[in-house]
């Protein structure tokens, strides 16, 4: 029962995450010339996203599976916005990259 929970929870942040990074960076823009114009402000809301995402890590304390499931989950909202595979899976890196830091 604390697993389905906790799980939903992870998945609850997970999405809003992804969303949030949405509300910076709308699905096909990642491969037009307005990429650049958006890239430091979307830049700054990434920092910002993995940042919460680290205080949810330390907060929960997340272990392998929790990071895996917040990760597959992230991932899986911003394909089903629309975003092309290879940045989401560049985006989906990072955060894994930020999750396992110390």
């Known amino acids: 029962m604390l697993n389905r929970v906790r799980n939903k929870e992870i998945d609850e942040f997970s999405k809003a995450l992804a969303r949030e990074l949405a509300d910076h960076f709308q699905a096909g823009q990642e ?43 992230f991932k899986w909202e911003l394909r089903e916005m629309g975003y092309e595979i290879d940045f989401v899976d560049e985006l989906t890196k990072g955060l894994l990259i930020n999750l396992n830091r110390k």
């Open 31 to 73: 491969k037009t010339s307005s990429m650049n114009k958006a890239t430091k402000k979307f830049g700054a809301a990434v920092n910002r996203a993995w940042s919460k995402a680290f205080d949810f890590k330390q907060k929960h304390r997340l272990g392998i599976y929790g990071k895996a499931r917040l990760a597959n989950t």
